[in-house]
């Protein structure tokens, strides 16, 4: 009995790591060499002539760079305003402060995900189509992000609190000293959680950019997967591929420890 | 100044040094979900080119409802809600339980089977697009060694939503798997021993001890996973556009093309606001009725 599940779960996480396999062999793999059909798991003459092809065809570095300025715009505004915010309803009371937090709660339900089209706009109205702003603004407040600060920020001793101001802390000096300090280990989880979340976000960037300038990866690389349909070409669109995933990936397997538990914080509302 | 006096001011200081703290993220709060909630139910009561908008009621809405295309794709949203939920927790926590042991290469298959969590979607798309191609695709190949004809798993509409199914499976159950081991680290250990003393078989002990413990564990994973299969469409970009013939089309992929393609706002309004009355009731039929009935 016990055999056979653990038998069943081997089999089960091969056929899971398979398509991470596949696509990192196929981007190495020559052109010909993929629909001559041929044992799909070997490369007989492996070549970086995919990622060379790629990286003129499109302009990937232009893309890297909008990803990277999206991602930790993101992740740095929304450092901010899910602390202020956090502090705000873990520990000062104050008129309306039921309603507000369930005004809050309403982003968890309403994500800025679903609205694409009201969002497009908001952001037409403001005139920043087709800009980096514009595919990070939606995101600056996080609801998802207060409620696991403001958790954490519970859990932090009264004492602590008092004895800063004790010794004339002003708020934001103990909010500075005693509670980020404290928070250290949720701020990363939430960190790996924005990042990861962003890097991958796709069709609301894909809406608001129209431009080069302003594209992030994944949409740079939808672009460059669809002008490429015959299989001949395929080991170019998985060397793009892979461009997209590996540094998340290899984010993921050096961090793994951090990634999972940050991934189980996440669960905490 | 009174006692009372004083105990106001400082309680109105508060207040406003609370609001201070809340107003950069209520801005934006504001702007990306409560104003564009209220002018999408505005909007979807009007129709019309941007300029000339006109009041139309309850038009468009039966507009909608009556629409062959609007009902195909709230039902292969379901469709694929109920293809997708169950199995991937079913799987995630089945997962969970034998990998929670330690083992041999158990850290091994868990790195396996959670690492397509964090690849985007629009990747995973790519890749998958390369297994179901048909002929030389990654499965027909396969397929081929038992004797079996090509298949145009994308391309037929009896087969595109399976194969949807299939590779949101593969994405999302690896990603609940990591709860469910969160979550059985934290049952109790004591009512084990006391099932191990009644002589219970592991699958009683599985059916009544381990899965209802879990039971909240299931309630979240369970929202997150309904709620994902509203919003994530990525997929569909890359892979088929909602086709063949809008068999694989989902709700949230409708707006963009009502939207982004057509260019008809008051549809896409309407859509919309169908989308957060849907997103609105799960949530609240999560909290409100399924809570209740769980035993924490």
């Known amino acids: 009995m016990k055999k056979l599940n653990y038998g069943i779960i081997i089999v089960l996480g091969i056929i899971s790591f ?71 309803f873990a520990r000062v009371n104050f008129k309306g402060k039921n309603v507000l937090f369930i005004l809050f709660l309403l982003q968890l339900m309403i994500q800025p995900e679903i609205l694409l089209f009201p969002n497009y706009q908001v952001i037409s109205q403001l005139g920043l189509v087709n800009t980096k702003l514009a595919v990070m603004m939606p995101y600056w407040a996080s609801a998802f992000g207060v409620f696991l600060m403001r958790q954490t920020f519970k859990q932090v001793p009264y004492d602590l609190d008092e ?66 349909e015959t299989g001949a070409q395929w080991g170019m669109v998985a060397a793009g591929t892979v461009m997209v995933i590996m540094p998340l990936v290899l984010a993921f397997f050096l961090f793994q420890k951090q990634f999972v538990s940050s991934f189980m914080h996440s669960g905490i509302k | 100044m009174t006692t009372k006096q004083r105990k106001l001011s400082s309680g109105a200081r508060n207040n406003l040094f609370a609001y201070g703290l809340l107003f950069p993220s209520f801005i934006f709060l504001s702007l990306f979900t409560f104003y564009p909630t209220l002018k999408s139910i505005q909007l979807s009561f009007y129709s019309g080119p941007m300029t000339r908008l006109q009041f139309s ?139 191990e003393m009644e002589g219970a078989k592991p699958f009683q002990m599985f059916r009544h001890i381990t899965f209802p413990l879990l039971m909240p564990t299931t309630l979240f994973v369970m929202i997150v996973a309904i709620t994902n299969s509203f919003k994530n469409v990525d997929h569909l970009y890359i892979m088929t556009k909602g086709g063949p013939d809008n068999a694989s089309n989902l709700l949230l992929y409708h707006i963009y093309e009502a939207a982004f393609t057509n260019w008809d706002l008051g549809k896409a309004a309407v859509l919309t606001v169908i989308l957060i009355v849907i997103m609105l009731g799960i949530t609240a039929f999560n909290y409100l009725y399924l809570d209740r009935k769980i035993h924490y």
Request: a neutral charge; charged letters at 10%; hydrophobic letters at 50%.
């Open chain 1, 18 to 88: 398979i398509p991470l396999l596949w696509v990192i062999i196929t981007s190495f793999s020559p052109g010909n060499q993929v629909i001559n059909g041929g044992f799909p798991f070997w490369v007989s003459n492996p070549t970086v002539e995919n990622y060379v092809n790629a990286w003129k065809t499109a302009p990937f570095l232009q893309y890297y760079f909008n990803t990277f300025v999206i991602v930790s715009g993101v992740l740095i505004v929304q450092l901010v305003t899910v602390t202020l915010a956090a502090y705000a």
């Open chain 2, 57 to 195: 009621g309850l038009e468009q809405y039966k507009g909608v409802l009556e629409d062959e295309i609007f009902r195909k794709v709230i039902l292969n949203n379901i469709i694929f809600m109920i293809g997708t939920v169950p199995t991937s927790l079913f799987l995630a926590m089945y997962l969970a339980i034998w990998l929670n042991k330690k083992m041999a290469g158990s850290s091994l298959l868990r790195t396996s089977f959670f690492y397509p969590t964090i690849v985007p979607l629009i990747a995973v798309a790519n890749i998958w697009l390369f297994i179901y191609t048909p002929q030389y695709g990654l499965l027909d190949n396969f397929l081929h060694m038992f004797g079996r004809d090509d298949t145009n798993w994308l391309g037929d509409p009896n087969t595109v939503m399976i194969a949807m199914i299939v590779m949101i499976i593969w994405k999302d159950a690896g990603f609940f798997m990591i709860f469910y081991l969160a979550g059985l680290q934290n049952l109790p250990r004591d009512v084990y021993e006391a099932g």
């Open chain 1, 163 to 228: 004895a800063a101001r004790m010794d004339g802390c002003k708020w934001y000096q103990t909010l500075w000293h005693v509670y980020i300090p404290s928070a250290k280990p949720t701020y990363i989880a939430f960190a790996l959680v924005s990042v990861s979340h962003h890097w991958s976000n796709f069709m609301w960037p894909l809406i608001i950019t129209d431009s080069v300038e302003s594209r992030p990866l994944t949409v740079g690389l939808a672009l460059f997967a669809q002008s490429y």
